[in-house]
């Protein structure tokens, strides 16, 4: 309790000691935690750029609503048409679009924009350059993507990269490294006004091609490290929008003030733990690429407490070794339970008898399991600092491994830092979360696709299956419903029996709001989009744009 009230005091005077500059609706907001803000808004970047980069000051092509079907909200095009071939798809751009400079956005951009990525491959980080021959201006308000395969979905990947202004990134020698203190965007909120280690506010576009349906004049983002810090905000009024895990919000925020204390958890991203096969230890690499440990390490993570426990009752268990679980429950295969559905459900005894039939034994006699050639096994969880549902879960799941008799523990570095360990591959053992999408063709592809290699911690375990990625080919270039689903049935079975992944639960998107100073919020009641403030939800942009303050 004084722990608490503590972090509450300090991030109250925090908050109020910063007054907006000018702005008369400022909207503050928790879209990220860090210990530190490092002014970096480079649309491009991984781990280092601010979490309100994307969308907010690079607006997107469109935003596709997975919670209405993948509906499309046009946003800087107005329009975009399949070809009947699949080959190629043409996006019209808006009339009159700047950029917050008061240079025109056109067509050019977009098409600089696609070279660009192609001459410096590290910035393509949703590998979009391999699906395209070509990219070519129409004319001012016109471009057609050109493509080497047909593709039924490509729609949905071209619009997750941002549209940079060529005036200003034609001059970066090194975009990889290039901060973008100062950024030239196309959406909403682009102009830093103020910037501290310990806040940064983020105003109005003066040139925003929407500007009369934004009532937000700024958003302030105070600096946050962790869930409680989070919670203790939310508590006391100070942030109007956030996304965190907080445990029994009933009690811990909406109790402090029913009437305007709100929040929305819908079933979303699938969390889940994964082993690096590509661990720079090599006798950890030795058991993290046989299937036969992988299937026993699922055996031993009690997913049910896990929920329970660390997640208050929130999440959803998955237990499908296909990764999909009820959240893609219509796309199931109902092979995968039948032939792979033993190893996604918790079972102490017969986790340990399949390390003991595998030859994952006690070698040396240290009391803990080694490889079968003799070799030491030896995990560390790695989960980021200040998430705290996930450092719970990692510590429930310790006790049964170390009961199991395998050698683990936990480490707990930045999040930035843990970012970048699963980029490269360097880590053992972490928890990592996917986002959901309109059908699981997406989450496949971006956590396999050997092109995301080393750009995107969504292919953190660096599994490789060449079948799997010809058949998640086939499926986007046809359009017939039976054909797709036949082949997502095989898709299943394959990743099923591999179990690359070892699935926990799907988290609830986590969402808070205050409606104390802006009204709009989406909820069960409306619910128009999903609402998270989180960076991998591009259909904040929407909210954001619903917000009215509150006179």
């Known amino acids: ?30 879209s990220e935690q860090t210990t530190t803000y490092v002014r970096n808004f480079n649309p491009f970047g991984q781990t280092s750029a601010r979490a309100t980069t994307l969308d907010f000051i690079y607006e997107p092509l469109v935003v596709f609503n997975r919670l209405k079907g993948n509906q499309p909200h046009f946003r800087l095009a107005e329009s ?9 798809i043409t996006f019209t751009l808006r009339d009159g679009l700047k950029w917050s400079d008061g240079e025109a956005l056109t067509a ?18 949703i590998s979009v350059s391999a699906l395209l021959a070509s990219v070519e201006k129409v004319d001012d308000r016109t471009v057609r993507f050109n493509l080497n395969e047909p593709n039924s979905l490509i729609a949905n990947t071209i619009v997750g990269m941002p549209i940079v202004p060529e005036h200003v990134w034609a001059d970066i020698a090194d975009p990889v490294t290039f901060a973008n203190e100062n950024p030239v965007g196309s959406g909403p909120l682009t102009e830093i006004t103020r910037f501290t280690p310990q806040v940064y506010e983020q105003c109005r576009n003066p040139n925003y091609w929407d500007a009369d349906n934004l009532k937000v004049d700024c958003m ?10 989070v919670l203790a905000a939310l508590a006391d009024g100070t942030l109007d929008w956030a996304t965190s895990f907080i445990p029994d919000i009933d009690n811990t925020f909406v109790a402090k003030d029913p009437e305007h204390h709100k929040y929305w958890f819908t079933p979303s991203s699938l969390v889940s733990f994964q082993l690096s096969m590509v661990t720079p230890d090599e006798n950890n690499r030795k058991a993290f690429t046989d299937v036969n440990f992988r299937r026993a390490l699922s055996m031993l993570v009690d997913r049910q407490t896990i929920i329970d426990i660390a997640g208050y009752g929130y999440p959803l268990i998955n237990d499908d070794p296909s990764m999909l679980g009820e959240l893609y429950k219509s796309f199931a295969n ?21 390390l003991d039939a595998a030859g994952y034994v ?26 705290t549902d996930w450092i719970d879960a990692v510590q429930i799941t310790m006790e049964s491994l170390t009961e199991a008799g395998i050698n683990v523990k936990m480490s707990t570095p930045e999040a930035a830092v843990w970012t970048s360990d699963l980029i490269e591959g360097k880590y053992s053992m972490t928890l ?15 956590s396999f696709n050997p092109d995301d290699f080393g750009k995107s911690r969504f292919t953190a375990p660096h599994w490789e299956n060449a079948e799997v990625m010809d058949l998640l080919d086939q499926y986007s270039q046809i359009k017939d419903p039976a054909e797709q689903k036949a082949i997502m049935d095989k898709i299943q079975l394959i990743v099923a029996e591999a179990m690359p992944v070892i699935p926990v639960y799907n988290s609830p998107s986590f969402y808070e709001y205050n409606t104390t100073r802006f009204t709009g919020w989406a909820d069960a009641d409306d619910p128009k989009y999903s609402p998270v403030v989180s960076n991998a939800n591009p259909a904040r942009l929407l909210q954001l744009l619903d917000l009215d303050p509150v006179e």
Request: proline content about 8%; charged content about 20%; aromatic content about 10%.
């Open 1 to 30: 309790m004084l722990r608490t009230s503590l972090i509450a005091a300090v991030s109250a005077a925090l908050l109020a000691s910063v007054a907006p500059a000018s702005a008369q609706a400022v909207l503050t907001a928790s």
């Open 80 to 88: 975009f048409e399949l070809a009947d071939d699949l080959k190629s």
């Open 108 to 125: 050019d951009d977009v098409v600089f924009t696609y070279d660009y990525i192609k001459q410096f491959p590290a910035l393509d980080f």
């Open 220 to 229: 302030r983002l105070p600096q946050l490290a962790d869930n409680p810090q």
């Open 334 to 354: 109902p092979e995968v339970a039948t032939q792979y559905g033993q190893y996604g459900k918790f079972d102490l005894e017969a986790g340990v008898a399949a």
């Open 362 to 387: 006690d070698a040396d006699g240290d009391g803990f399991r080694d490889n079968p050639d003799g070799t030491p096994i030896a995990i560390d969880i790695e989960v980021p600092n200040g998430w």
């Open 432 to 446: 990592n979360a996917l986002a959901s999408a309109a059908d699981p063709y997406f989450p496949y592809r971006r």
